[in-house]
């Protein structure tokens, strides 16, 4: 209740931000925005992270941002 419903992205569950970064190691996707390029146009991936094929994956800002500022340790 405390959070906009219309305004800004939703937030990403954590572990689904490691796993789309086990996946850039795994399969040696080049960049943070390859993979989500990657894992939006993959039905494999999708199943992995826990998304249906209508759902919108998180965007490769999302995930660079956390790595970035909030995971450091």
């Not at 419903?5 to 086990?22: A, I, Q, T, Y």
């Not at 992995?48 to 999302?62: A, K, N």
Request: positive net charge.
């Amino acid at each position: 209740p405390l959070y906009c419903e219309d305004n800004g992205r939703r937030s990403v569950d954590p572990v689904v931000l490691f796993k789309m970064v086990l996946i850039q190691h795994l399969y040696g996707l080049p960049s943070l925005r390859r993979t989500a390029g990657e894992v939006s146009g993959s039905i494999y991936y999708r199943w992995f992270l826990g998304y249906t094929l209508q759902e919108e994956t998180p965007h490769f800002s999302t995930v660079s941002y956390n790595f970035r500022h909030r995971f450091t340790e």
